[in-house]
């Protein structure tokens, strides 16, 4: 059976382990234009955020 030749490192071992910790961004409903969005942020589609309009949305 094979044996490791050296110990590995914490700091080897956690960077390959690091991509287990991320998840998937939750996803809100803008309630002003029923699109998904990310939370806290403007919406992308509509450009409202908290009810008022903050960003000019240009249509293509």
């Known amino acids: 059976m094979a ?6 490192s914490k700091g080897k ?17 803008c309630p002003n234009c029923q699109e998904k ?4 942020r403007v919406c992308p589609h509509c450009g ?6 903050v960003v000019v949305v240009k249509e293509f």
């Open 3 to 8: 044996n490791p030749k050296r110990k590995i």
């Open 13 to 29: 071992r956690d960077r390959r382990r690091s991509h287990d910790a991320m998840k998937v961004p939750t996803l809100t409903i």
């Open 37 to 40: 969005k990310l939370p806290h």
């Open 48 to 53: 409202f955020y908290k009810g008022e309009q």
